[in-house]
């Protein structure tokens, strides 16, 4: 962490009473709209067809797709709330 952003984090930590761990938590959730809101792509960008990924990719990989379909059956872990 470069010097100075380290120095406000404590300076924070310091006026809210909060640990250094918990002011970087609230200073990534405070700031994760404001950042995606000026860094994400302004448009959503479609999935490829089935024909699209052929023309992309050549043929399909049987042993691949069944990896892949596996993996998205798995459960999802929720976040880890602190």
Do not use: N, Y
Request: proline share 12%; glycine share 4%.
């Amino acid at each position: 962490m470069p010097p100075d952003l380290l120095k406000e984090i404590r300076q924070t930590a310091k006026e809210t009473g909060l640990s250094l761990a918990d002011v970087m938590r609230q200073s990534m959730k405070l700031g994760a709209p404001r950042l995606r809101e000026q860094l994400a792509p302004a448009r959503k960008l479609k999935p490829f067809t089935k024909e699209e990924c052929r023309e992309c990719w050549g043929e399909p990989d049987p042993e691949f797709d069944a990896l892949a379909a596996d993996m998205a059956r798995r459960p999802h872990r929720p976040p880890e709330d602190d």
